[in-house]
């Protein structure tokens, strides 16, 4: 420790102040002032509140359709199945577990502090801010909103602005369903997430692009806030000369054109064996027909393709497009567009040269580009020159191959003969590594990243044990310390 107190550092600004400050502050402040109530609410009041939202989603099926048919023309299966059952499955798991996540959990004691008692005891972190993107709106809102009020926790939801139709539906939600001082959702452009970033909050939940989120984590630093970034990245789908190039096919192309592949965990571009990418493109060409094209009229006429959500976001696409043809990539596949209904087809690209904004900048679109390797060691040292993605996808029967690649590639999470699916998994942590995000969401890890988890120690009134080693530092004193140094 210094010798003085530091100086406050420069431009501080203190949480009365920030609050006092802001058009939201008196939001803030209710919820903060509800806080010590849902502090102590129960396993069965948590879970009540968990089930009314279970019902709402049964009940309101074919409004939260309605809404992101109207937001981008997101078929209503795929609704049902990205945003609908996933919200599902997250409070079902959430509601069978929390007793368990909630219990303090005993932990053994060392040796040297023999006679106590240590448990860890989780407490919610207080009042939590959930900014949430516009590619899933509904259930990128909602899934963090389970872990936090599962937590204990008073929350405020910004929803994404592109999508005002999904933005005004959980407005209704959170208005049916909970005291604004308990879940409040607020509508508005990059002003408003402006000023609420401004807020002393006990936790920021951030899903977006890797720019915005070091934004976040700017404003997070000023009052110190606990932080959950989810990003995106360039996810790699590696796919080797033992895959099953079939199988393979449809799951890439599942994964990647899923939502007109604005996804954050779709595969952004494709690493296959030289050996197999011309059967591997014929079986990608073939998987899109069947999937968007199944009768010959036209893809653009598909009803289970989702549209590109605005026009700023297709002449971004088009423009990748047209940068890596004018460069001398090849259009495999695909490759009409039309601003007019903000269409861009499924399109494989191949012979893409370095440079390429396509794979340089995250696609976040129906671009596929398709590159060759022809031995593991390149491929990863390709995959790693590059930022970490969020996740990575290995298509082999190999062995070997699959355990050379998880062990080499650093990413936030991994499909081994399987794209985006484990997103949808609740035991298993999703995040970013690096630019791709900070820390991990969904079930126990979403419990937890809304909630401080406190050490306990407890000991007997009375008791020596590490009295015998208080001052004054006789020798005998020194002796004991030294025993404990070497021996325990």
Request: glycine share 8%; proline share 6%; net charge neutral.
């Amino acid at each position: 420790m210094p010798e003085t107190a530091a100086a406050p550092l420069e431009g501080l600004v203190s949480p009365a102040t920030a609050i006092a400050a802001n058009r939201y502050g008196a939001a803030f402040e209710a919820l903060r002032q509800r806080t010590p109530a849902l502090r102590q609410e129960d396993v069965a009041a948590r879970r009540a509140r968990l089930q009314k939202l279970s019902n709402w989603l049964h009940a309101h099926r074919a409004d939260i359709q309605q809404a992101l048919l109207a937001d981008f023309r997101k078929p209503a299966a795929e609704t049902d199945l990205t945003e609908i059952w996933t919200s599902l499955v997250e409070l079902k798991h959430t509601m069978s577990h929390l007793k368990k996540w909630m219990a303090p959990r005993r932990v053994a004691a060392p040796l040297a502090l023999l006679g106590t008692r240590a448990w860890v005891q989780v407490e919610p972190k207080g009042v939590v801010l959930i900014i949430a993107p516009w590619n899933y709106p509904f259930y990128l809102a909602v899934g963090p909103l389970i872990s936090a009020i599962a937590a204990g926790n008073a929350v405020v939801i910004k929803p994404a602005e592109q999508t005002p139709a999904t933005s005004a539906l959980l407005q209704k939600l959170c208005e049916d369903l909970f005291r604004p001082d308990e879940v409040l959702l607020l509508q508005g452009d990059k002003e408003t997430a402006t000023e609420l970033l401004k807020l002393p909050w006990d936790h920021i939940f951030f899903t977006g692009s890797p720019e915005v989120g070091k934004i976040v984590m700017r404003a997070a630093a000023e009052h110190l806030c606990g932080l959950t970034l989810e990003l995106g990245g360039k996810n790699p789908a590696v796919v080797d000369e033992t895959a099953n190039l079939r199988d393979a096919a449809e799951k890439i192309v599942w994964g990647k054109f899923l939502n007109n592949g604005q996804t954050c965990v779709a595969p952004d571009y494709l690493l296959v064996q030289e050996s197999v990418q011309p059967a591997l493109l014929t079986e990608l060409t073939a998987a899109i027909q069947r999937a968007y094209n199944p009768a010959g009229a036209g893809i653009e006429r598909s009803e289970s393709l989702a549209r590109i959500v605005n026009q700023h976001h297709f002449a971004r696409l088009a423009g990748l497009l047209e940068d890596a043809q004018t460069r001398g990539a090849t259009v495999a596949a695909g490759g009409t567009v039309d601003a007019l209904q903000n269409y861009i087809e499924p399109t494989l690209l191949t012979n893409v040269p370095a440079g390429a904004r396509v794979l340089e900048e995250e696609i976040f679109g129906p671009l596929l580009p398709v590159l060759t390797f022809k031995t593991l060691p390149e491929m990863t040292a390709y995959i790693n020159a590059r930022l970490k993605p969020l996740a990575q996808y290995v298509f082999s029967r190999s062995a070997d191959n699959r355990r050379y690649l998880l062990e080499n590639v650093s990413a936030g999470g991994a499909g081994v003969n399987e794209t985006v699916l484990h997103f949808a998994h609740p035991e298993l942590p999703t995040g970013g590594v690096g630019n791709s995000g900070l820390g991990k969401a969904h079930g126990h890890s979403g419990f937890l990243a809304f909630s401080n988890e406190k050490g306990v120690l407890r000991q007997r009134v009375g008791f020596t044990g590490i009295k015998a080693m208080y001052p004054p530092y006789t020798g005998r004193v020194q002796k004991l310390i030294g025993l404990l140094v070497k021996y325990l």
